[in-house]
């Protein structure tokens, strides 16, 4: 029987990992080149007292869905969009944070907050265990408008360039094969397609709520004063 390696030096290991995850992390986001964005002629900035827009960060996508059609993120205008990626063999970061999107679901709809102006949208970069079906009921269990996506490896590889994720393989030599350790952000984006908020794994729950709701009355607010300015003229 072979000895089992000490609690301590099991912990160091696993320390160890999450150190270079986060080093790689940090090293990735800051040398990446910026993502594609819209022209600045053809969306205006945000007002001064909203959030601010997140640069560099984020663009259009279009990728196989569990709704059974491609889904882009053009598809979405007009609707505040929570972005999450993870896999459904996570153990423990994946569930925590689409519980956290599914509370938030849940809590915005308590207040009254119009749920058909909000979507939520998980992307696996596991495609070779994650079929669409696999996806499909692993996001319905959190919550049943959660949509989920699943691109090749080199559409995965893309879009996590292109919103600056981090996901490294890692065998785990058990019968479990990889695992990978990956950033957890949630991606607040607005309903012109923008991202504008991400939030971290220590973030409270309600500043996941806040911004929906914040980018709800933005939007609000400009469809109102876009009709008051055609009524004027």
Known sequence: MSEQ????????????????VIA????????LPPADQ?????????????????????????????TGANLTLADLRGKVVLLNFGFTH???????ELSRMASALREL??????????QSVFVTFDPERDTLDHLREYVAYFHP?????????????ELARRYKVVYLKQDTGSAS????????????????????LLIGGKDPDAAIVEAVKRLLRDSAKDHSDKFATEKSS
Do not use: K
């Open 109 to 118: 709809e308590a207040q009254g907050a119009d749920m058909t102006r909000v």
């Open 24 to 31: 790689v992390s940090v090293t990735y986001w800051m040398t």
């Open 145 to 157: 408008s959660l949509i989920g996506l699943r691109g090749d490896a080199a559409q995965t590889a």
């Open 90 to 96: 996570c153990p423990d970061v994946c569930p925590m």
């Open 38 to 66: 819209p022209a600045v002629g053809e969306v205006p900035s945000p007002p001064p007292d909203s959030l601010p827009l997140v640069a560099g960060v984020g663009g259009d996508f279009s990728l196989p869905s569990t």
């Open 5 to 20: 390696p000490p609690p301590r030096r099991t912990f160091l290991n696993v320390a160890i990992a999450l150190l270079a």
């Open 177 to 196: 094969g990889y695992v990978f350790q990956h950033s957890d952000f949630i991606y607040v984006i607005d309903t012109r397609g923008r991202v504008r």
